[in-house]
């Protein structure tokens, strides 16, 4: 038989789709806005949102911007925020290495992280005390011999190599880190996330940090921890932190491979809008037991708004 056409709630039926439910993890970029545009009625939603007494968090893989970063960014489109509603995939970054002993008075504490990264991790690893080496402006001899590699001596107190979004990005920083994931004992990969590619508009797509992952694990021939939306830790690290109930919250994201993957991973209530990666015909191909929850057109619809 045919399959069940997906169906898009509109703003008169998909607000009491969320009754039952006190806290939204909201996606940013693809609900809130694309790039730097604004998404219609976003702001208005969250205000909605609030004064129907949900709370609000909002996880972003991104990682070149910190959390106060981030704030100001929201603060800059009209949305009202405060920084500790902010999960970027930069803060999840520092958490985790909190959480294996990173930082003051961890078991690791006196282990450093090497960055590969930009400003965001920084300023994360700064606030979370964590003591770092590499970042935006990490600078090494170009890797362009045996000999230069060979003569290549690497921090020894390096316990976790850290890949977020680099433009910086090079075959010279893949070797120091490959060194230090192959020789140090001990030493941990950690992605920001593993995004493929995102879109900035203009029907472009702009390469996202998975490849840059990929290319230290093939290069050093591990596998990373994603602390992002996508993988595994995140999930339970939101559930104990902000003592999230599953079965009162709900995820409003557009990808399937990472915001809606997490959902179904933890049981929550999962919507996707329409205004990111994910058509219609891309869900129209699924199974109806991997769709979202509810599909709308836009972040607004679920708060009644047109
Ligand atoms: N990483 C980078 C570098 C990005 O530019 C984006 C989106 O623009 C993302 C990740 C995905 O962010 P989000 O989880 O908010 O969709
Ligand atoms: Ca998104």
Redesign the pocket.
């Known amino acids: 038989g045919s399959i069940a056409a997906v169906q898009v709630l509109d703003e008169h039926t998909a607000p009491e789709k969320l009754q039952s439910i006190s806290t939204l993890i909201l996606?940013?970029?693809?609900?809130l806005w694309r790039?730097s545009e604004i998404i219609r009625n976003a702001p208005e939603a969250l205000r909605v949102f609030r004064r129907d007494g949900k709370r609000l968090l909002f996880?972003?893989?991104?990682?070149?911007k910190s959390r106060v970063e981030y704030a100001a960014k929201f603060r800059s489109l009209g949305l009202e925020v405060s920084p500790d509603e902010i999960v970027s995939?930069s803060y999840c970054a520092a958490a985790y290495l909190k959480s294996v002993g990173f930082g003051a008075n961890g078991s690791r504490t006196d282990k450093k992280v090497l960055l590969l990264g930009w400003t965001g991790v920084e300023q994360e690893l700064r606030a979370a005390d964590i003591p770092f080496i590499g970042g935006r402006e990490f600078q090494l001899p170009a890797m362009d011999s045996m000999d230069a590699m060979k003569e290549l001596q690497v921090d020894p107190d390096i316990g976790a190599v850290v890949v977020g979004?680099d433009p910086n990005f090079s075959y010279s920083r893949i070797v120091y880190a490959s060194i230090c994931l192959r020789e140090l004992p001990g030493c941990v990969l950690v992605a920001t996330?593993t995004?493929c590619a995102?879109?900035?508009g203009g029907g472009r797509m702009?390469p996202?940090?998975g490849g840059l992952v990929r290319a230290v694990e093939v290069a050093a021939g591990t596998t990373a921890v994603n602390v992002?939306?996508g993988g595994e830790w995140l999930l339970p690290y939101l559930c104990r932190t902000y003592n999230l109930d599953p079965s009162r919250t709900a995820i409003i994201?557009?990808?399937m491979d990472?915001?809606i993957l997490l959902g179904r991973q933890g049981g929550l209530f999962t919507c996707l809008p329409l205004t990111?990666v994910t058509t219609l015909e891309r869900l129209q191909s699924l199974p109806p037991s991997e769709r979202p929850n509810v599909v709308v057109g836009s972040v607004a619809k679920l708060a009644g708004l047109p």
């Open positions: 996606d940013c970029d693809g609900v790039g996880v972003t893989n991104n990682s070149s995939s979004w996330n995004d995102d879109h900035i702009m996202g940090t992002a939306k994201g557009d990808r990472t915001d990111g």
